[in-house]
């Protein structure tokens, strides 16, 4: 940690800083230059972060200088991590494949998507049981039943399942019938969730927020892993910003950025960072190109008629067509996609 | 609603479109024109919300009219609400002067700052018993024995309290110490949670998401709303931006713009807004200038000992010389601020 | 300047560094903690910055401690600076009131807006000859037909007059009839046209950038004072953000952060800041609040017949109840606002 | 162009704008419903922007249906437009290769540069002679003498050349040296410069600015293509956002956005958008993935020496390795890259 004082600090400015740097058990080193005068600390800084050295007279700012995450980063874990659910790596070179319907609306029409989605090459089936939705007008999600349906489906095509959770209260739900837990965008920052998920033993798909650094998204998973649960997948679903001719704008480069920081695998939704089936392909093979370790799709046979996120979905014959792109790029760029081989569908 | 055609609509394209329309129970209306055809939908186009017309083949965009929320509007509700807590009221041209540290630390460095902030004019005490804190290595808060202390501190001193909710199981807790719910920026889409205090009657300070929009804001009112709690304060505390010499942007033209639309009345939050003391007072004078119904300051008797955000914390001198400089704008625009007058202090 | 080096660094590395900065006349001070290597540089760092240090082998990241502009800092002249314009003060508790149409028109229709905001209490009279339009297609102003009309006007009304320059060919023509220079938002990095403004002896009316920070506002004016002129007024007129309701986010908290680092004055346009007249007075009576400098308000009397920018300028009407308004807040805040006291109108 | 009232319109309103309607030329088309009273326009409504609708008592907002640019869309013509420079092809699933160093230094450094980048397969040649530099203290290029070098090295090496423009004085002297202009991000508004490089027949790099969105940047191509010039090469460069790990944030989904639209090329420059070496191979892969045209890279020899951005440079060797990664993508996806066969380097 850098403290920088501001011009003129007088001797009494700089030995309370001195002194209160010294109280708190670290080692203060003073540089005295003509325009400014600089004190390093010496020690872990993260058990400084929680002290305000800033509002002391005279600082002008203070500069941290390790990150503040620890268990999520590659010098606390050099290699990637790659996390198995029913038999699907994900991580280090293996690719998810994750896709189905924004929500679960009932048994055969998620029957028939979950098939279409297997068929194409997906190894990873959604669909969501509780849906964050801007009004509360809106079609909520079947709850428990729609988690039914999903262990239904997943069961039948020996695919593993990812369902978000938006409340702790639905936590023993949830882990009773999904193979994999999401916590959306807008719940990347409910740290009460995050604290929940990281005491189970299921990977959790952890979306960034609409306006989370990629250092948020890297401290929203430290919170998971100093639970102890080590499975956090990440995933950039586009952020907010001015363009208005997209529904967020994918930031692809979080992709790299997060991966040279983090052990953590990280996978792109390029479905909802654009909210346009015209973008969707595109921005799954960049994605792959950029180094995603996976993407999450939303697949739907009508939809026109689906009750959530309709007019973001792809229809099953595209997304056959960009999974084969995918399989393409994978080959080139030296990584593999696992197959589903549980139970055959039809 | 109005829906716009791509360019050269077969028939049969234009005839699906107006079959589910009508399907749904509505009126369409074709206007054909030389570069576009156009469908209005005469209804309350609050019911379509939920399908998907943009993805009817043919469909280039979907432009609702009507406001998504109603319960939160002027429409609803012409007159600007009012609240009243323990005889402070906010709103209609009362202010609220909301005031306190972050998190309460402990109970006689809390007393003090109470008692700093009551004699200086505040008329509403704040401070943290849970926290949302970046870093799960941070001080989280006291809990239960925080919401003693803040009981103990209104009591006292004849205030009206109010602290952040963070998790739906805290509600009876936290309901049965404090006066006012504090939603924070980062559960503005916290939806369970917002249902949740949406069910008990004590006032509910819903602040900005740090990209949330101010229909988004008054769509989150408008939740709450929906579940039978009328009393929603808003908050404007900043959103995220490129500007790097501030802890976010503060977005002032959110308050006329919500008052414009909403009858819910809107504060504003200069301190997590700026994070910069020396940008504080400036920013609360503008926000009473911009006809904000309150103000909600973060104030400490020693700002480099707080536990938590003590950087952007007001020593209580600046502050009551704020205040003094609040109420004199109130009184040039026609505006008043309430005094607590219950117990006196010290 | 801070040299912070990756974990580990070789001894060549740190020697490497080391040397680079003394090839460069500098004092380099080392720190080795547990952790990270620092090495902090004594000296101008302004004369380092264009040396890529960062590309060096081993640096982590360069932490510039300066700041980057010096003519306009307060370290170079604590108090604020006042501009006078035809007898009318700028800066230093003296308010401008920039106000009239978007585009000059014609001499009957301007004549007629001038003579409104005159009345009103404008004390600056604005008018663009030269529009920067997105448009190709749209009206791009009347050139220097409407650089004769601003000039008769401003002579008759005995008021300042400024309109923008866009094109560094444009200067002489534009110094010949306005009395103050406007650079817009879409040319505050127009470097050439900005170091020619700096060779005149006019006040520049530099305006911040959609996305420039303080900082860039900042270092463009340094540009112009560079030249040597040193009469820069910046201007607060929105920047770009994901709220769509309004054309431009106003950063307000830039007016006292842009005063707190340089003693150049700063107004506030909320025309173009907000694009909606139901916003505009109230921020205008904010900005005056935060301590800005003056406003800048578009005024036409048939905003539905307006060649540019009809829809966000203000009736004379309203504009003259804003400029009560402000008169009544800048008594409050100890302010003045010169009114013009030449040749009478009407 | 749809025009939506506000809630209870008088009869006078409605009128009023029916009657401003057919005075512009076009014919009004009146939908009430219970709600809203909707007016569609029929013709032409690029015709119509000039005219603030919007201003007129009662309307509520008026939503434009057509694209507001002409030339550069898909309607005026559907197959994507190819450009060629001494030989080498860009667009229609042709990419251009550009790289090299930031500025052109000096004619030594400049040449080894050059020989690097074509060695390793770069089609374009390109060097900064002037520099938009955003403080007046920083090398600002060596301007003629710059072009003399990069015309010497593009010669002796048979590639097309590109470098940036700033000021419509320039034009005559790039012209004469150079076989691309580039107009920078800060200059894509730079309404007067567009115009300018409009009326030469040289292929234009348009660069996207800092805060345009996609349709921003088609209308500054429209604006060229208005004067005559139909060769107009768009680019990517990252745009501002909150995430300050990066210098800005890569929109990729600009380029399949774009190219749905617009038969313009659209290339990507990955040093400006990430300004992180350890980012822009990654980046340069995905851009050509998501179906760029083509990426821009700064190369330099020596990073550590340049005069101009050096720290976003790559080394003559990584780039190699990264063009190599490209042409098998792009032989994946169906794509070509034209190799330089003029005169052979060294």
Redesign the interface.
């Known amino acids: 940690m850098?403290i920088?004082l501001k011009?003129q600090p007088t001797p009494e400015q700089i030995q309370h800083v001195l002194e209160?740097i010294e109280d708190l058990g670290f080692t203060p080193?003073l540089?005295q230059?003509?325009?400014?005068t600089?004190i390093?600390v010496?020690?872990?800084?993260?058990k400084l972060?929680?002290t305000?050295?800033?509002?002391?007279a005279g600082v002008e700012q203070v500069?941290p200088?390790?990150k503040?995450?620890k268990l999520a980063s590659r010098?606390f874990r050099p290699e990637p991590s790659v996390f198995e659910v029913k038999g699907i790596r994900i991580g280090g070179g293996h690719l998810a494949v994750i896709a189905g319907p924004c929500a679960i609306e009932g048994e055969e029409i998620f029957l028939e998507i979950a098939e279409a989605v297997r068929a194409a090459g997906a190894n990873v089936l959604r669909g969501g049981a509780f849906k964050?939705?801007?009004?509360?007008?809106?079609?909520q999600g079947l709850g428990e039943d729609g988690l039914k349906i999903l262990k239904t489906a997943g069961d039948r095509l020996g695919m593993p399942t990812v369902t978000e959770i938006?409340?702790?209260?639905q936590l023993d739900l949830v882990c009773a019938y999904a193979d994999m837990l999401q916590v959306g965008a807008?719940?990347m920052?409910?740290?009460?969730?995050l604290?929940e998920v990281g005491r189970v033993d299921k990977p959790v798909l952890l979306k960034r927020?609409?306006?989370a650094?990629?250092?948020?998204l890297l401290?929203?998973a430290?919170?998971v892993l100093?639970?102890g649960n080590h499975k956090v997948i990440l995933c950039e679903r586009g952020?907010?910003?001015?363009?208005?001719?997209?529904r967020n704008?994918?930031?692809?480069?979080?992709?790299?950025?997060a991966q040279?920081q983090s052990h953590l695998p990280i996978i792109a939704d390029p479905s909802h960072?654009?909210g346009r089936p015209?973008?969707i392909p595109?921005?799954a093979?960049?994605?792959?190109?950029?180094?995603a370790d996976g993407v999450h799709v939303e697949v739907h046979t009508c939809?026109?008629?689906?009750?959530?996120?309709?007019?973001q979905?792809l229809l099953p014959e595209p997304f056959a067509a960009l999974v084969d792109d995918l399989r393409?790029?994978a080959e080139?760029?030296g990584r593999t996609i696992d197959a589903c081989d549980g139970v055959a569908a039809v």
């Open positions: 850098i920088v011009p209160r080193h540089s230059g003509v325009s400014r600089i390093g010496i020690g872990d800084e993260r972060q929680a305000p050295l800033q509002a002391i500069i200088v390790l503040p995450f010098e964050p939705r801007t009004s509360p007008y809106s079609f938006m409340d702790p209260r807008r719940n920052q409910n740290f009460d969730l604290k927020g609409m306006s650094t990629v250092k948020d401290m929203s430290e919170y100093s639970q952020v907010r910003s001015f363009e208005d001719s997209t704008m994918m930031d692809l480069s979080a992709i790299p950025n040279g960072a654009t015209d973008l595109a921005m093979r960049a994605a792959v190109a950029a180094g939809p026109e008629q689906a009750l959530s996120d309709g007019p979905a393409r790029l080139v760029l």
